[in-house]
């Protein structure tokens, strides 16, 4: 089961916040919005996404990766190179 699991409604609403975010922002563009206004708007939308990232880090953390570490062996070995990857990819975007 995955770690975000017993929060996943919390974080399909989060989504569909940012969707609606995006959305905006297709409908501030169409109707030729200031560009400046746009830039504001992704932004927020950036923000948005880095903490609905950074929020499934942590609970993959706190679950995946310490049930594995606790179990040891090679699947601890493999959850903590997969999670140094995923921390290494939030970092460069």
Request: overall charge negative.
């Given at each position: 089961?995955?770690?975000?699991?017993?929060d996943k409604q919390?974080?399909?609403?989060?989504?569909r916040r940012?969707?609606?975010?995006?959305r905006g922002?297709?409908?501030m563009?169409d109707?030729?919005?200031?560009?400046?206004?746009i830039?504001?708007?992704?932004s927020?939308?950036?923000?948005a996404?880095?903490?609905?990232?950074?929020?499934?880090?942590?609970?993959?953390m706190a679950?995946?990766?310490?049930?594995?570490?606790?179990?040891?062996?090679a699947e601890?070995?493999?959850?903590?190179?997969?999670?140094s990857?995923?921390?290494?990819r939030?970092v460069?975007?």
């Open positions: 089961m995955a770690g975000y699991s017993h919390d974080h399909l609403k989060r989504l940012i969707e609606g975010q995006v922002l297709q409908r563009v109707e030729d919005k200031y560009c400046i206004d830039l504001t708007q992704v927020a939308a950036n923000r996404l880095q903490s609905f990232a950074l929020a499934l880090l942590e609970e993959h679950h995946c990766v310490a049930d594995a570490t606790a179990k040891g062996g601890a070995e493999a959850k903590v190179k997969e999670a990857e995923a921390i290494a939030l460069r975007s």
